[in-house]
């Protein structure tokens, strides 16, 4: 006659817990869990709350520039500084960076590894040509005598300008992670969830600057 095991034996080892220790292998066989147990789409969730709060960031430094905008305090206004083929040539590049990113995603969805981190590459040396131009604007203004703490205008200029650009050197810094991590464990479905966050990620920059662009350079290029 075959063994059995009853569900509560009055004796034998038990274990810490006070339960039989049969009772409690034959549980830990019959629950065990390989794998951690993900929630369907919740990371997408998660990094949608979190662009919500980005959003309240930009939406205060947005104001901050438009109550300080006009507050020249003597000093260099927007249309004696700004240089708007050199904006408008780098707002290209950015933009441009947003549609290379999409033919990423693109080839993500076919499974091709080699095309993906192509266009993720060509995203990334787009996203350091922005930095790059940037970074030489706001060397020239402050080798002006245009520096952040000129007057209000340029307070709340600098503020939200190099708040995005900050953005922009940390969705690079990402880009590059990923990339690290497609080489390493090719395009499984935790690396395509987060390649979908970066590109959510990445599409803000760009309507963010969109609004820099019209708001900041374009308008405070007017006399």
Known sequence: MADTVAPFPTGGARAQDGLPREHVQAGAMQFYMADE???PNGTLLGFWLYLMSDCLIFACLF?????????YAGGPSGAELFELPLVALNTSFLLTSS???GFAML???RGRIGATQGWLAVTGLLGAAFL??????????VGEGAGPQRSGFLTSFFALVSTHGLHVTFGIVWLV???TQVARHGLIPENKRRLMCLSMFWHFLDVVWIGVFTFVYLMGALP
């Not at 104001?63 to 006009?70: D, F, M, S």
């Not at 790059?132 to 203004?141: A, D, Q, R, T, W």
């Open 37 to 39: 147990y993900h929630v």
């Open 177 to 179: 992670t990923l990339m």
């Open 107 to 109: 080839e993500t969805q």
């Open 63 to 71: 104001a901050g520039y438009g109550v300080l905008g006009r507050n």
């Open 99 to 101: 549609i290379t990113y």
């Open 132 to 141: 790059s131009v940037e970074i030489y604007e706001f060397v020239h203004l």
